[in-house]
Each structure stands twice: as structure tokens, then as C-alpha cells.
């Protein structure tokens, strides 16, 4: 296990007393911290698919299928995840550096699948890695369950990859298979497909004597790089081919066993994609280990064994510092759900690299300040006025793998924040990953749609990304949380939970290294935030004076009547019609949380001017969300139109719009207004649900109305917002701790047991939950923002009970 080599080791005791690194040790970290993020389950659209962080390298992925009948397969042969067709998969454990283990689901293959992935550092290439594919049958299988496994690997790019030794001639492997190849960043590699455990099906027919099932098929082909990624359809167009020959050979009266009749032809050689099947008889076992040339020693199926163990339990020791589920959480089932449900963000994350489409003709009906602005903006789009852009790469993780496979900047600022927790470098790595996405101007595109693969699952209508919108920017909230963690170390050196964290906190436990970070950082930051001051300013000539003079409203752009897509919740009502002086109270409140903390972050690096200019951005927004958008009839916050009077009107539609001053951090826990704020939260007519906060008001007429997506339903990231901020004025003396530290409890419990419940029932996280019923709806195995709830349940226990009711 990485943690525990001695460079590892070494660097905890730098860290201990403090030394400054030189160069070479910075270096050397920077190394060890890159080679242990290399490789990973890194095609999360996959069920299970590995690949390096290398724009074009080698791919791996694996597929299978149930072959008893000769119609099913078409339906069940498994490869990118798909929602509705499994009773559950996903990752039980996982660590970016070590690895971990998934297990699936399959009930019309009648199988369960593992898959055990695990990391083993060495070498000048990023060390190697090892696989362990076992298949159990499930109960309802026959006791002679066939299956057929496919493992395959690709290459892109320049480099060889070739099978070793088989030949054409015979009628498959008989033990291990091996691969050998070889790229300028990988340098010398093998593959080795094991020759595993399990029975081998005996057909009796007499194409069996042509292709024994107790041998390993592989097939080695060339195709164009982007057929690549289609390997299912490769596959099937192959297939075909094969059965047309056997099935005239043999009569339609004695066709050939469907486990016989879906294989490849055995034809190994070089080539740009290799095919390696295997045809079981009952539970099996094999391992893929890729062994890195460089590496010392090469790794073999006993040492994957022994580390399978090692991850496993250093994960579970490390995970219940970090994340243990505090009270009335304390049955072990939580920390499991809690296990799972970070170890699927954290096994979720991906490496993207292709190009995207961008639509930069600065159309001027892309100024939106007229009214009627929204047609001419649909207009315009109409035009397909996109070019291609890039290639560029993101690593980053995702809301759902099967259904949204690809970054999204405002989910993943939430993501980001449990992972901050278990791996700083990581977090970081990945903000830097993002603002490299960054373009001149200081816009990050909001959803990354990158390569044609990324590109398939996405309606043409939706894949075009335009310079003008705008996301929310969360990612300064975790910009937030890593300088909460430097001045937590900085006061409290002695932190066991920080101490136990530190081997994955270079740049927190190298103060240097911090400030390294965070000034290469600052620059990007600076222009994104100007970016967004600029682009999403509002127009607010006929507000009062006091407001004005300061200039801080602000308006999304690229709304229609119906939705606000770039605010992240799409169909909330808004001001009807749109009118360009609109102003948005979830973005002015956005921009004081992203003022807030890049005043933090001057302040850090000594820019005293810069700290100074932010800090009267800052006041004026705090006022002016005031000033501008609460209404005392109301008695809450809202957004803002120019009425038909042509004067200042607000638009209040209860919900977490309303709440986001509250949310971002913007209500003091001494504000005048907070007691309307809780009221709102913990009106049961309004907001408070059983099973966590509305997003819209019961009583709004809007509620639960036409697609119903933010007009009711419970979603987890704003409710851990609200969540944490409810401990955070519980935790503060204040005319509202009371008050705030029950609410606080009760809605902790509300949202831990509602994803809990649906998650024991269906086996999935879902992307929000009824109001009604507290069921997770919508889509599937949503492994995003919903694993919040992980951090909730970490959260204190302020109930104060001394007898617990526990759950
Ligand atoms: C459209 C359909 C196969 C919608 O979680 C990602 C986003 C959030 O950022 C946003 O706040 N989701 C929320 O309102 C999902 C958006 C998916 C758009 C994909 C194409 C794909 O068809």
C-alpha cells in the first residue's frame, strides 16, 4: 500500500517538524502524488474500465453476457452502464491511490460480478496495476450457468501492443494470455489475462472440437481510433460474422450451443484493439494485472491477493476517522451506506479528453438587453453557429454514470466537497484540471461534453456550450474548505483527525507548497470572477439610488421563458415574461460567496490591494441583497423584475431561491432577518418536509407542476447548504442558536434517513426525492451530489440527548 512506503512514510515526519522541502523533495512529491493517480476505473460510463490520464493511451474494459438461449444476448451483453437493467452495482470501497472493489448486480444474467482494482506503486511510468473479475451465480441461476467474459484492451496514439506467443493455428490459449506493448509515456508494459478459475462448459456438439471452451479466444484487429470506443458494436458486427459461418455448417437442425455460437474467431496478432474471451461453466475467476516495464518486480495474482486484503482494511480504518457517521447514526449498516456512497463519487471520477462544440459567434442577440430578448437568443442558437474546439482533457467526477458520464461545473464543487476531506492533492488537482478549461475571457464551460464517446449520449440540441452562460461557482466553495483545513493545521497541530488525513495533504502539510498551489491558482481565479461580474451583470439603472451607485445586481443569462438552465435549477419560476432587467437573487448570492472567499484568498497571499477591492465588493453585495431583493411583505428573499409600470418589482416564489443568502453563508447569525428565514425553512406548509427541504413551497402555486423538477422535489446539495449552515448558527451564541440547533437535528435525521431508506430498498442513490413519499426518483444511481449525505452524517450530534433514540 503506497501509504506505507517509505516515501511516504519520510514526508510524514518532514511534516512533523516542519521543515521547509527543497526542490528535489517538492519534486519528488509531485511525482509519487501524479504516478498514484495515473491509472484508474477512469471510464465511469463503463461498468467497469480502466485507463491512465493520458489524452490517447491504453484502454481497457470489460464485457459479458449469460449465453443459455440465442436471443437474450442481444439485451444482456453488459458493457457501458445502462439505467434500469441492474439490481445495483458500484463501488463498496474505493481510494483513488490504492484501488478497491465493485460489485454488480445482474439479474437477467443470473450473476454477480466483482471487480477488485488495485494500485501498485513503482517505477519511472506511474506504477502498475492489477484486476480481479469474479462472477458468482446468483440464486436463481442453473447449477451449469454459462457465461461468456470479454476483456479487451485498446490503444490510441503512438506505441505497439501485440499478444505474445499464441498462434493463429491453434484453437485458443491454454493459460495466461499475455499482451506486450509499449508508448513513449508508459514506456515498456505487459498485460496478462490469467488463465483464472472456473469449468469451462463441454458442449458435445461437434464445433466444440474447432473451439474448445476450456481455451481463451483473443482476437487482435486494426480499426480507425474512433470506431475505438464502439468495441460493443466491433463486437457484434464480428459475431455475426461468425455465426453466419457456423449455423450453415451445421444446420439449422443442429446449430452449435449458444455458448459456442457467440464467440470470437481466435486470431491473435498486433494491433490497435485486442478481444480476450473466456467461456464459463458456473462462478469464476480471473485477473488482468498490467505490469509496468520499469517497475521492479512484476506483479503477480498472490500479490494482488495479499493487497486486495491491505487495501480493504487500511480503506475501512481510514474511513471511519474521516467520515465516521456520528450519533444517532451509529449502527453499522450507516457507516456501510456511508462506505458506498463515497466510494461511488470518489470510483466515479473520470478522465475526458476530445473535443467540443462552442458556439463563439457573439451573436449580438446574445447581448440579451431588449426585450423579447429570449426569442431572438433562440433564434440565434437556431443558426448552429458551433465549431468544433479542442481536444481538451478534464478530470474530474460525475453526477450519474449512466446517465450523465461528464463533468458539470456547478455539481461538481458540491462533489468536491467529502472528497476535500479524504484526498486534498486530489480536490486540487482536479479544481486546477477545471480552470484549465478556463478561456481567455474567464469562462468555463458548464457542462463538458468532451469526444464523440461523451458526445453519444447527448440529444444534438443540448451539446452545444456558448461563452456567454454562466454556472453556478461552487468550485470557491472548496477553494473555502482547503483554507479552512490550512488554518485548522496551523492552530491545531495536533488535529488527530487532520494527522490521520496528512499523507494525502501535500500542499497542506508543506505550507510552501500551499502557497505554491494557491498563487498559481489566484490568477485563474481572478478572471473567472471578473468574468462573471462582467457577463452576468444586471441592469439596474431603475433601481433605488443607494443600490445603484454600487452596481452590484446581477442577472443569469440565456433564460427562457421557462427554464434558467445556467442557474443549475432549471425550471424554477422566475419573473414572467423575462425582461432584461431582471435581477437574480441566487446569483447576487453566488458572487458574495465567491467574493467572500477570493478576499480570503488575497488576503492569504498578501495581495492587500486586491483583498481591499474585493472587500468593498463585498459589503456592497451584502447590502444590496437587502437593499434589492427582500421583501418585507413577503418576509423573505427574492428575485427581481422591471414591472409593467417600469419600476422595481419583486417576484417571490417561496423555495430555495428564497434561501440563498442563507445558503451561501450571507445571513449573519445576528441578522434581523434570519427569524424569517428559519420560519420559512420549518413551515411545514411551506418548505419543512419529513424527508428534507422542498425546493419550492407547498403552497406556491407553481408547486408540483409541469416537469416538476425544482418546483417541490428534495434535492441534496442545496439541503446540505441549509444543513450546514443550521450548525453553524447552532454552534454560535446568538438570538437564533436555539432554535437552530433543533432545526439543525431534525433535518439532519430527515435527510440521512431518506436517502438511507431508498438506497436499502432500491440499492441506488437517486438525483432527488418525492416530497410526498421521501422515494428517490428520477435518475438512477445518481452517485453525485446526493453522496453529500455522507458528510452529513459525519456532522456532530447537538441533540444534547443522553439516552438516544438510535436508528
Ligand atoms: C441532457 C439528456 C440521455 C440537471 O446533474 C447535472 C445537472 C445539474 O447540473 C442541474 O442542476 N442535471 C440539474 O438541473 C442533469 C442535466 C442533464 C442534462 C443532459 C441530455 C441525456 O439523455
Redesign the pocket.
Given at each position: 500500500d503506497s501509504r506505507h512506503s517509505p516515501l511516504w512514510k519520510g514526508l510524514a515526519c518532514l511534516w512533523a517538524l516542519q521543515l521547509p522541502l527543497t526542490s528535489a523533495q517538492v519534486a519528488g512529491i509531485e511525482k509519487a502524488t501524479n504516478d498514484s493517480l495515473l491509472w484508474g476505473p477512469y471510464r465511469p460510463n463503463l461498468y467497469f474500465g480502466v485507463r491512465p490520464r493520458i489524452p490517447k493511451s491504453l484502454m481497457g474494459g470489460l464485457m459479458w453476457t449469460r449465453v443459455e438461449d440465442y436471443s437474450s444476448v442481444q439485451n444482456t451483453f453488459r458493457h457501458t452502464c445502462e439505467q434500469h437493467e441492474l439490481d445495483g452495482y458500484g463501488w463498496d470501497e474505493y481510494d483513488v491511490r490504492s484501488g478497491g472493489r465493485q460489485t454488480i448486480h445482474d439479474p437477467a444474467n443470473r450473476i454477480d460480478i466483482t471487480t477488485e482494482f488495485i494500485k501498485f506503486p513503482g517505477g519511472e511510468h506511474g506504477g502498475s496495476w492489477g484486476a480481479r473479475i469474479k462472477g458468482t451465480p446468483r440464486e436463481d441461476a442453473s447449477p451449469n450457468l454459462r457465461t461468456t467474459v470479454l476483456w479487451y484492451n485498446s490503444l490510441e496514439g503512438l506505441g505497439s501492443l501485440e499478444v505474445q506467443g499464441a498462434k493463429a493455428e491453434e484453437t485458443g490459449v491454454e493459460g495466461d494470455v499475455v499482451l506486450k506493448g509499449q508508448t513513449a509515456e508508459l514506456g515498456d508494459f505487459q498485460v496478462t489475462i490469467t488463465e483464472g478459475k472456473g469449468d469451462h462448459p463441454l458442449t458435445g456438439h461437434p464445433s466444440y472440437d474447432e473451439k474448445p471452451l476450456d481455451r481463451t479466444l483473443v482476437h487482435s484487429g486494426q480499426v480507425p481510433e474512433d470506431a475505438l470506443w464502439q468495441v460493443k458494436n466491433l463486437l457484434f458486427a464480428h459475431l455475426k460474422g461468425q455465426i453466419d459461418q457456423l449455423i450453415p455448417k451445421y444446420g439449422e437442425d443442429n446449430p452449435p450451443p449458444p455458448a459456442q455460437v457467440y464467440t470470437i474467431q481466435h486470431q491473435p496478432s498486433s494491433g490497435n484493439i485486442h478481444l480476450v474471451q473466456k467461456v464459463f461453466e458456473g462462478p469464476f475467476e480471473f485477473d488482468v494485472i498490467f505490469s509496468s516495464g520499469s517497475a521492479p518486480t512484476k506483479i503477480t495474482s498472490e500479490d494482488l491477493t495479499e493487497q486486495i486484503d491491505s487495501v480493504t482494511s487500511g480503506f475501512s480504518t481510514r474511513f471511519a476517522d474521516i467520515f465516521k457517521p456520528q450519533a444517532p447514526f451509529l449502527k453499522e449498516r450507516y457507516e456501510e451506506f456511508s462506505k458506498s456512497l463515497f466510494s461511488n463519487l470518489i470510483g466515479g471520477i473520470g478522465y475526458f479528453y476530445g473535443d467540443s462544440r462552442v458556439d463563439r459567434s457573439y451573436d449580438s442577440a446574445y447581448e440579451e438587453d431588449s426585450e423579447g430578448f429570449w426569442e431572438e437568443a433562440a433564434e440565434a442558437r437556431g443558426k448552429n453557429q458551433a465549431q468544433f474546439e479542442g481536444p481538451s482533457e478534464l478530470y474530474t467526477s460525475i453526477?450519474s454514470r449512466p446517465?450523465?458520464p461528464r463533468g458539470?461545473l456547478?455539481?461538481e464543487g458540491f462533489h468536491l466537497l467529502p472528497v476535500i476531506d479524504w484526498d486534498a492533492d486530489l480536490t486540487l488537482d482536479i479544481i486546477k484540471s477545471w480552470f484549465k478549461l478556463m478561456d481567455e475571457d474567464g469562462w468555463i464551460g458548464r457542462?463538458q461534453i468532451l469526444g464523440a464517446e461523451a458526445r453519444s449520449?447527448?440529444?444534438e440540441e443540448?451539446q452545444v456550450q456558448f461563452p456567454h452562460y454562466a454556472n453556478p461557482p461552487t468550485l470557491f466553495m472548496v477553494i473555502t474548505s482547503f483554507l479552512d483545513k490550512l488554518d485548522a493545521l496551523k492552530t491545531d497541530t495536533s488535529n488527530e483527525k487532520l494527522l490521520h488525513e496528512k499523507s494525502y495533504f501535500m500542499q497542506l502539510s508543506n505550507r510552501e507548497a500551499a502557497l505554491q498551489y494557491l498563487r498559481t491558482l489566484y490568477p485563474l481565479l481572478k478572471r473567472h470572477y471578473f468574468w462573471f461580474r462582467k457577463t452576468q451583470a444586471g441592469d439596474i439603472k431603475s433601481y433605488d439610488r443607494e443600490a445603484f451607485s454600487t452596481k452590484e445586481g446581477y442577472r443569469w443569462r440565456g433564460r427562457t421563458p421557462q427554464h434558467i438552465l445556467t442557474s443549475?435549477?432549471?425550471d424554477y419560476p422566475r419573473a414572467q415574461p423575462p425582461h432584461p432587467g431582471e435581477l437574480h437573487v441566487d446569483l447576487i448570492s453566488w458572487m458574495g460567496m465567491m467574493t467572500r472567499a477570493i478576499k480570503r484568498i488575497a488576503v492569504y497571499l498578501g495581495e492587500e490591494d486586491d483583498a481591499l477591492e474585493f472587500a468593498k465588493y463585498d459589503e456592497a453585495i451584502t447590502r444590496n441583497i437587502d437593499d434589492l431583493h427582500w421583501s418585507d411583505r413577503a418576509k423573505t428573499y427574492c428575485d427581481a423584475t422591471i414591472d409593467d409600470y417600469e419600476e422595481h418589482a419583486l417576484v417571490c416564489h417561496k423555495g430555495y431561491i428564497s434561501l440563498f443568502p442563507f445558503l451561501t453563508g450571507l445571513v449573519d447569525k445576528d441578522s434581523k432577518r434570519l427569524g424569517a428565514v428559519l420560519d420559512l425553512i420549518a413551515d411545514e406548509e411551506e418548505l419543512w418536509s419529513p424527508y428534507g427541504l422542498r425546493s419550492l413551497s407547498k403552497n406556491d402555486e407553481f408547486y408540483h407542476t409541469a416537469e416538476d423538477?425544482?418546483r417541490g422535489p428534495i434535492w441534496m446539495n442545496m439541503n446540505y447548504l441549509a444543513v450546514s449552515q443550521l450548525l453553524n448558527i447552532a454552534q454560535h451564541k446568538g438570538p437564533h442558536q436555539t432554535r437552530a440547533k433543533t432545526l439543525y437535528t431534525e433535518l439532519r435525521k430527515n435527510l440521512v434517513n431518506t436517502v438511507y431508506e431508498s438506497w436499502k430498498e432500491t440499492g441506488f442513490a437517486w438525483e432527488q426525492y418525492n416530497p410526498e413519499t421521501g422515494k428517490g426518483q428520477r435518475t438512477q444511481h445518481f452517485t453525485?451530489w446526493t453522496s453529500l449525505v455522507v458528510k452529513i452524517m459525519a456532522m456532530p450530534d447537538l441533540s444534547g440527548a443522553r439516552v438516544r433514540d438510535e436508528l
Open positions: 453526477p446517465f450523465f458539470f456547478w455539481d457542462e449520449k447527448v440529444p443540448f443549475g435549477l432549471d423538477y425544482w453525485g
